[in-house]
């Protein structure tokens, strides 16, 4: 039998086994596929705003929370993304991922090694070398360049290095929903915080107030000018009072532990928080254009797109397993053998030219059978893959809905508290009214008493109105991704490597 004949046998046997072999990899239902980017031009027509155009200048910005003119708050910031505890995770996931891609890119490379041993032994009476039976033995054998290279003749390897930078990617962007999470989360915490701060220093006015008015009650009473229930409605208003300004201390307080949560420190390092008089003295305007791109500037749909990918290199690497496995492996050193009797001269033989050695190993594995394990990875894998495409679909649709959400809230705010502030004025005038009226003797006190704390009560119905629209800006700037940009390109269906695309979906 001829070399040539046996080569050739070799690889018709393998390509006979290759195409069998092929032919158990289960075809799967349909995959999932993504959604294209829903219309939103009726929606933004309704705030004022054309659908999507890019502008030259990203809104919001990467520091957006800036634009509240708050010191105090951009302190906060600094503090909490240095030592915020949930941000520390997600960077320590994101270096645990990243590792895994280096892990995974050495797969593409040979590996050496080197190995040395010595071994005494007995070689059996009754073995097939009648020669050497019973006799004792020593070897020794040092082998510097140990190679062991893996062809990765169907890109399962390149599959796989692809899936962990997905990974990686994801994990990236997880990192900066984390982050947007958090910086909104303090803001919107800090502004509450401020408007409570606010409206208890109108509580202590009105409490002022109240307790002035009730001194002029009980006055008139005793004089015999009013009747009790008088004294008794300004004591139940001056209680109620009270019970708003307790309510609102407390309040106070769970914001301030709240925000000291975020920062990574303990409820004493923001007490003396809600120093400032304002948070911003202009309300913040939207610009004219809106950079709807949200799978550019949205952290949590670019993980889930990142995740979908990574998912789809999955099943190629599932796929891939299927087919033969082409290995190569070397060796040269040197290598020694002696009986017993002879072993005094081993070392000295071992590095003798005549002990030097090598080999080379090609091989190919193919997996027959072993018991569906395959058939289930592939199928888990594809079954990832569903899930992470539906995943993101998911993510894309509540995208739209919040920023959707948060215009419509923007609007709503603005709306209200342009009616308020307009009524506020109504209620200044109205005051002044009073007051001429108590000068010229036209009304007595109670009824000055009475216009300032109706002008109090606006004027803390204000406070809750501003920050409501503060913290709908803060809505709208968290659903368009708080100033992240990333690279990605609109999703489509990716084509699988050339090598593996005939295999069956």
């Not at 009073?434 to 006190?445: M, P």
Request: aromatic share 6%; proline share 4%; with cysteine.
């Amino acid at each position: 039998m001829t070399r040539q004949f046996m080569v050739k046998q070799f690889l018709l046997t393998g390509l006979m086994l290759l195409l069998s072999g092929c032919a158990w990899i289960p075809a799967g239902d349909k995959r999932a596929e993504f959604i294209k980017m829903p219309a939103m031009k009726y929606t933004l027509s309704q705030t004022g705003h054309d659908e999507l155009s890019v502008t030259t200048e990203h809104w919001p910005h990467k520091r957006w929370w800036r634009e509240f003119g708050s010191t105090e708050l951009n302190g906060l910031m600094v503090i909490a993304l240095k030592d915020n505890i949930g941000l520390k995770v997600a960077a320590a996931r994101l270096r645990q991922a990243q590792a895994l891609v280096k892990v995974e890119d050495a797969r593409l490379l040979p590996f050496l090694d080197a190995q040395v041993g010595v071994e005494s032994g007995r070689v059996s009476g009754n073995g097939f070398n009648v020669a050497l039976r019973g006799e004792k033995f020593s070897s020794a054998f040092i082998n510097p360049l140990n190679l062991r290279y893996q062809l990765d003749f169907w890109g399962k390897n390149r599959a796989a290095i692809e899936a962990a930078l997905g990974q990686a990617a994801a994990e990236a962007a997880e990192l900066a929903e984390v982050l947007l999470q958090l910086t909104s989360t303090i803001a919107r915490s800090y502004i509450q915080g401020m408007a409570l701060r606010e409206q208890l220093e109108l509580v202590h006015t009105m409490v002022t107030l109240q307790h002035d008015l009730l001194e002029l009650y009980e006055t008139r009473l005793r004089l015999g000018l009013d009747a009790a229930d008088q004294v008794k409605q300004g004591t139940i208003e001056l209680e109620q009072i009270n019970k708003y300004e307790a309510g609102i201390r407390e309040q106070l307080t769970i914001q301030r532990n709240l925000l000291a949560r975020l920062i990574g420190d303990g409820p004493d390092s923001t007490q003396n928080l809600f120093t400032n008089t304002v948070i911003s003295p202009e309300p913040i305007k939207l610009p004219e254009k809106l950079p709807l791109e949200l799978l550019r500037h949205r952290p949590d749909l670019a993980a889930t797109l990142h995740r979908a990918e990574s998912a789809e290199k999955g099943v190629t690497v599932a796929k891939a397993s299927f087919l033969p496995t082409i290995d190569l492996t070397a060796f040269a050193g040197v290598n020694a053998l002696r009986l017993t009797n002879g072993a005094s001269s081993l070392a000295s033989i071992l590095f003798s030219g005549s002990s030097f050695s090598y080999g080379i190993a090609p091989g190919l594995r193919l997996p027959l059978f072993e018991g569906g394990r395959l058939r289930g990875e592939l199928s888990a894998q594809r079954a990832e893959y569903d899930g992470a495409v539906e995943l993101y679909n998911e993510t894309l649709l509540h995208a739209l809905q919040e920023v959707a959400d948060s215009l419509s809230r923007w609007r709503k705010s603005h709306t209200i508290l342009e009616a308020h502030e307009r009524l506020l004025s109504t209620q200044h005038e109205n005051l002044g009214l009073i007051e001429e009226r108590f000068r010229s003797g036209l009304d007595d006190r109670r009824a000055l008493l009475t216009g300032q704390h109706a002008l109090l009560n606006q004027e803390y119905a204000l406070q809750t109105l501003a920050a409501d629209q503060r913290l709908a800006m803060v809505d709208l700037m968290e659903a368009l991704g708080g100033g992240y940009v990333n690279d990605l390109q609109p999703v489509q269906q990716k084509p699988e490597p050339k090598l593996i695309s005939w295999l069956p979906w």
